[in-house]
Each structure stands twice: as C-alpha cells, then as structure tokens.
T-cell receptor, first 112, second 117 residues
Framework: NAGVTQTPKFRILKIGQSMTLQCTQD?????MYWYRQDPGMGLKLIYY???????DKGEVPNGYNVSRSTTEDFPLRLELAAPSQTSVYFC???????????FGEGSRLTVL | AQKITQTQPGMFVQEKEAVTLDCTYD???????LFWYKQPSSGEMIFLIY??????QNATEGRYSLNFQKARKSANLVISASQLGDSAMYFC??????????????FGKGTTLSVSS
C-alpha cells in the first residue's frame, strides 16, 4: 500500500511564484490535513477536509488554498510565495474521527 | 496558552538506559486523545503510542509506554532500553474534540533525543 503520497519532495520557488503541493491517499480516508513544520518547531495545521467538497481553515491558512474534489486527493496551493512560507509541509489522513493520523513523507519548500 | 507543552528541548541518554520525555497538556474537554510521534532525521512522522482520556490503564507498545497522569494533565513517554535508532525528534500531540478542527492533532514543539553508545 502506498498510503499518503506527497509530491514534490523538494522545491525551490522565487518570491511571488505559485505552486501546488500534491497529496493523494489510497486508504479511502475521509479526513485529510495539511500541516507545516518550521525549523525546530512542531506542526501547525494549515487546512483540513472532512470529505470530498468540504474544506476548512486551520491555525495558519493565510497564503494558502486547498480543494477536495475527490476522496483521494487534497492539493495545497501556494499563491504569491513569500520567504515566510519556507517550511516542510506534511499531508496526513484519517479514516474516521479517531485514531492516529497517517502522514506523507513531507515536502520541503524553500522560497528565495 | 499552549495546548501542548514539551519543556525539554534536548535529552541525552546512553544505550540500554530508560528515558522519559515530558509532555503536559491543557484542555477542558472531558474526552480527548494523546499521541506520541517520532521524527527521525529522514523527516517522516512515525506514530508510536496513543492514550485516550478515559483509558484506565497506561498505554504500552513494545519499549514505549505512556505515563498518563490525568489530574496533573501530563502524558510522558517512557522509552525503555534505549537504542541508537531511537535518536530522533519526539512530538507529543492531542486531539481535542471541541476544537474547531476537532479531528486534527495539536502538536508540541518536540524534544530531540540523542542516544549514545
């Protein structure tokens, strides 16, 4: 089983560019999440989704957008990249409202 | 106020010794869940152990156990017989149903564990 797959694993962006981080899961999980992890810090929730067509903001949503058109996919879009968005991004999923989150391997983004 | 507090930025232990990583939490929900994750230098997040607020007994998973003291709002991770492969960052996290994103986890800042031979 692939689990939660994120692409790309590494990306360098210039200030003002836009990009999409892809996340797909093959476990038929309803709930999906995007977190960011800054150096030496814990993970902070950017956006989450409780099912196809339903998304909501987390703790740090500014500068990001998401969509959930299918159960499997939950892409995260960065508009007008800024140096403050340099971080490692993790996608995660959850089958129901309880249990542990299953994480992707992370995507390291640098904005210069 | 922080929801999850990990006060030890770094811990050092020798192989085969036991180590306790501290975690305190803040919630007014009667039902909540506490989790520990390991993040090795390769970066992935590995689930270790879970404790529910209504669980009567402390959770155990192999060499990992969770010392759950509900009245003190602490959920310390105990690793017995440390191994070199235990060197990693460890995160304590909580699920708090009353939170807007009720199924998401709230993470602490982590503790770096270094195991030496």
């Amino acid at each position: 089983n692939a689990g939660v797959t994120q692409t790309p694993k590494f990306r360098i962006l210039k200030i003002g560019q836009s990009m999409t981080l892809q996340c797909t899961q093959d476990m038929n999980h309803n709930y999906m999440y995007w977190y960011r992890q800054d150096p030496g810090m814990g993970l902070k929730l950017i956006y989450y989704s409780v099912g196809a067509g339903i998304t909501d903001k987390g703790e740090v949503p500014n500068g990001y957008n998401v969509s959930r058109s299918t159960t499997e996919d939950f892409p995260l879009r960065l508009e007008l990249a800024a140096p403050s968005q340099t971080s490692v991004y993790f996608c995660a999923s959850l089958i129901v409202g309880a249990g542990e989150l299953f994480f992707g391997e992370g995507s390291r983004l640098t904005v210069l | 106020a922080q929801k999850i507090t990990q006060t030890q930025p770094g811990m050092f232990v020798q192989e085969k010794e036991a180590v306790t990583l501290d975690c305190t939490y803040d919630t007014s929900d009667p039902s909540y869940g506490l989790f520990w994750y390991k993040q090795p230098s390769s970066g992935e997040m590995i689930f270790l152990i879970y404790q529910g607020s209504y669980d009567q007994q402390n959770a155990t998973e192999g060499r990992y156990s969770l010392n759950f003291q509900k009245a003190r709002k602490s959920a310390n991770l105990v690793i017995s017989a440390s191994q070199l492969g235990d060197s990693a960052m460890y995160f304590c996290a909580m699920r708090e149903p009353s939170n807007q994103a009720g199924t998401a986890l709230i993470f602490g800042k982590g503790t770096t564990l270094s195991v030496s031979s």
